[in-house]
């Protein structure tokens, strides 16, 4: 069961280009995390959302958490091919498990 | 910071038989153990939430029978694939929720990439 879709699934841009990662959910949530993975390795944490409205940024990423708690965006400012990833958001469900969403598959040409 | 080791990182067998993969927590004590299953390119699957002592909790669709899992202590979580098919090949991924630690935060093990021939 996973209770975040995130959109688009899939996503070519070129270098420089700016682009946005959205996650959405019908459930509410105390917080909402951020990963971005390599292709076999394990998740990193990039940041965690807590309260409704609030905005973070780490250098050219800009990520956001919706009013409602419900919905969360990530926006990357000039990308490098280095962001190249697969960048996943994550919740806690309502007992003790912690879901990730569908995932976006981003790849940044030079 | 917190080290979660996950062993072995790569595994290849033979249909039929079994595999163990092993879920260490290095430096802290690991209340929760949360085994992820994913494919080239998708999402972690959850597959199961393990608490130490206790039965595994299993996500629908999930075998339990076929996927054993075992959290005996605080620092150690296992997932045994039972008679694996070509199917069950896949990255599986564990992570470890921490006692004392941000209840939001995980730590993750760098995976095992299973082949099944």
């Known amino acids: 069961t996973q209770l975040l879709e995130q959109s688009p699934q899939f996503l070519s841009i070129q270098e420089g280009e700016n682009l946005t990662v959205y996650c959405n959910s019908s459930s509410v949530f105390s917080s909402l995390q951020w990963y971005r993975q390599e292709p076999g390795e394990g998740p990193v944490l990039l940041v965690t959302?807590?309260?409704?409205?609030e905005v973070k940024k780490l250098k050219r990423l800009t990520f956001q958490f919706g009013d409602a708690r419900k919905d969360s965006s990530l926006h990357i400012t000039a990308a490098q091919p280095g962001d190249t990833g697969l960048y996943l958001c994550a919740g806690g469900g309502t007992g003790n498990q912690f879901y990730f969403g569908t995932g976006t598959s981003l790849t940044v040409i030079p | 910071g917190a080290v979660v080791s996950q062993h072995p990182s790569r595994v290849i067998c033979k249909s039929g038989t079994s595999v163990k993969i092993e879920c260490r927590s290095l430096d802290f004590q690991a209340t929760t153990m949360f085994w992820y299953r994913q494919f080239p390119k998708q999402s972690l699957m959850l597959m199961a939430t393990?608490?130490?002592?206790?039965?595994?909790?299993?996500e629908q669709g999930v075998e339990k029978d076929k996927f054993l899992i075992n959290h005996a202590s605080l620092t150690l979580s296992t997932l045994t694939v039972t008679s694996a098919h070509p199917e069950d090949s896949s990255f599986y991924i564990c992570s470890a929720r921490g006692w004392g630690h941000s209840l939001e935060k995980l730590f993750f093990g760098s995976g095992t990439q299973l082949s099944v021939l």
């Open positions: 959302v807590v309260t409704g409205g």
């Open positions: 393990s608490n130490e002592g206790s039965k595994a909790t299993y």
